[in-house]
């Protein structure tokens, strides 16, 4: 259940998050988000189908101008992912500080530290 | 300092540490000194479950058990670059996702590391696609958080 690649990809393009961003205001339709762009419609709705296919997006199937919805599980999804990764290895560098203090001072080699 | 440009749209983690370059470089790559800090709080990675073969096209291996419950998690990637004391990188051939490690002499026994991170699936290696890249995945994280703080009003 891999999702994170398909929301990175669509994440990768500024154009799709800019879309995102506006997608966190509220729903909007394909010419409402067309609007802030120099792009033809055509080109809005490429990157639109990208969003969607990654989840991060749905479109109405029934209303006639087929409001996109922002899908908040996707893109916290890939927030955490981003939160998580930072955090192993804020962790990892805090143990290897420690480390490579105690083995210095096991070798002598910076002589004594002041701290401890 | 670093020779190479790093890769776009990196998540990137930088740390000063209080040792020469050379040993904390070696720190990355053998697992006597790995044993001591791969895994995040909480998670330990025994020595006997980490096998490092340090040259491009070798593998680093490693299980972290978490210390509460035991759940393990292997971690495996490939070696790209073996630049003792200065680089390397790796790729973890599930998720396409390359880690490179920079390691600049600060002077007085000071190294900086840099851990930049791309996360590449397949489909996206053409250079267009990574030209999408460059705009840090980081600050849109933290971005992000606005958004998401900023939900309540809005349905």
């Known amino acids: 259940m891999n999702t994170l690649d398909g929301t990175f990809t669509a994440l990768a393009d500024p154009t799709r998050r800019a879309i995102v961003a506006r997608l966190a205001l509220g729903d909007a339709t394909v010419n409402e988000l067309a609007e802030p762009f120099d ?48 955090r192993i290895w804020a962790e990892r560098f805090d143990k290897l500080d420690r480390h490579l203090r105690d083995i210095q001072r096991a070798s002598g080699q910076h002589g004594e530290d002041q701290d401890r | 300092m670093t020779e190479h440009p790093p890769d776009a749209g990196e998540l990137t983690f930088t740390r000063v ?15 006597g000194h790995l044993t ?10 025994p020595l006997d479950k980490i096998s490092v073969d340090a040259r491009p096209g070798g593998v680093f291996e490693s299980v972290m058990v978490n210390d509460a419950d035991g759940s393990e998690y292997r971690l495996r990637v490939i ?40 996360r590449v699936p397949a489909p996206l290696r053409s250079p267009q696609a990574q030209a999408g890249f460059t705009t840090s995945l980081d600050r849109f994280a933290a971005y992000l958080s606005v958004l998401a703080n900023n939900e309540g009003g809005t349905a």
């Open chain 2, 17 to 31: 540490f209080d040792a020469p370059r050379d040993l904390v470089f070696r720190c990355m790559i053998e697992p």
């Open chain 1, 39 to 86: 792009m033809s419609l055509p080109a809005v709705s490429k990157h639109l189908k990208v969003l969607e296919r990654s989840g991060l997006i749905s479109r109405s199937r029934q209303a006639q101008f087929r409001p996109c919805h922002l899908e908040r599980a996707a893109l916290d999804a890939a927030a955490d992912w981003i939160a998580e990764n930072r």
């Open chain 2, 36 to 45: 001591h800090f791969w895994g995040p709080a909480g998670v330990s990675t």
């Open chain 2, 79 to 118: 070696y790209d670059e073996v630049v003792a004391p200065e680089r390397l990188a790796w790729t973890d051939p599930d998720t396409g996702m390359i880690t490179t490690s920079t390691f600049t002499d600060l002077g007085e026994s000071r190294t900086e590391v840099t851990i930049h991170q791309v």
